[in-house]
């Protein structure tokens, strides 16, 4: 039966790092972190299931464990979710729960919610952003304007973490709901005066923009003015 369990485990491991995670985020360092802390929990777990104190002492692992990424490179709260997850399937299969069918399905519930909860269509213009302005905003109404401005979206928290009234700029952590067609970009009009633009000569170049002063601007018109 152990056997069994452990052939789950692993199927599932695999389905979470592989088909999921790796799929979604791209993070091959993590997957290797992923799958050896399944492995290991699973062997510390399934090693514990005989004892009188194997519950117990796999519920401690698992808080003990639990801690370890907060002394590690920080976690997105997504990566987070996976790395519970992991931790979660090795529990459940180094434990061994019976009857089988019950522990199959908690591990599918697992996958199951992870799938449906890291899915890019789950709220997909809900985003976080910490974002610097060129002024010292201080006022609310006048803040979240001028963010709903330059992200294009409707914020829905703006949290200042430094109002630098020296230097003349913001740092604000925002939550905000993108949407471009409300709010779309200022259009830009006007002319430059002395400025001509001249066409590229072959396609795929960069136009180039040519001075040309005018002839109140020359040097020579300034002294014949002055005489």
């Known amino acids: 039966?152990?056997?069994?369990?452990?052939?789950?485990d692993?199927?599932?491991?695999?389905?979470?790092?592989?088909?999921?995670?790796l799929r979604r985020h791209r993070r091959r360092d993590l997957v290797v972190s992923y799958l050896g802390m399944n492995v290991g929990v699973l062997a510390v777990a399934t090693a514990l299931s005989g004892s009188a104190a194997g519950l117990g002492l796999g519920l401690g692992l698992f808080g003990?464990?639990?801690i370890i990424r907060l002394r590690s490179t920080e976690l997105a709260q997504h990566e987070v979710a996976y790395y519970f997850s992991a931790l979660a399937l090795g529990l459940i299969?180094?434990?061994?729960?019976?009857p089988l069918w019950l522990t199959v399905s908690l591990m599918a519930l697992i996958?199951?919610?992870?799938?449906?909860?890291?899915?890019?269509?789950?709220?997909?213009a809900h985003r976080h952003q910490t974002v610097i302005l060129d002024r010292a905003i201080a006022e609310d109404g006048e803040l979240y304007a001028r963010l709903e401005e330059v992200l294009h979206g409707k914020v829905h928290s703006a949290t200042i973490q430094q109002l630098d009234l020296v230097n003349d700029k913001t740092i604000v952590d925002v939550r905000y709901a993108y949407s471009p067609a409300a709010y779309p970009a200022p259009s830009v009009t006007g002319t430059l005066t002395g400025y001509t633009t001249t066409?590229?000569?072959?396609a795929g170049t960069?136009?180039?923009?040519?001075?040309?002063?005018s002839p109140e601007q020359l040097p020579g018109h300034v002294q014949a003015g002055v005489r």
């Open 93 to 98: 299969a180094g434990l061994g729960i019976e």
């Open 10 to 21: 692993l199927a599932a491991i695999s389905i979470l790092t592989f088909a999921l995670y």
């Open 206 to 213: 960069i136009p180039a923009a040519e001075y040309i002063p």
């Open 64 to 66: 003990v464990l639990s």
């Open 1 to 8: 039966m152990n056997l069994i369990f452990i052939l789950a």
């Open 111 to 124: 996958l199951l919610v992870m799938f449906v909860g890291d899915h890019p269509k789950v709220l997909p």
């Open 199 to 202: 066409a590229p000569a072959t």
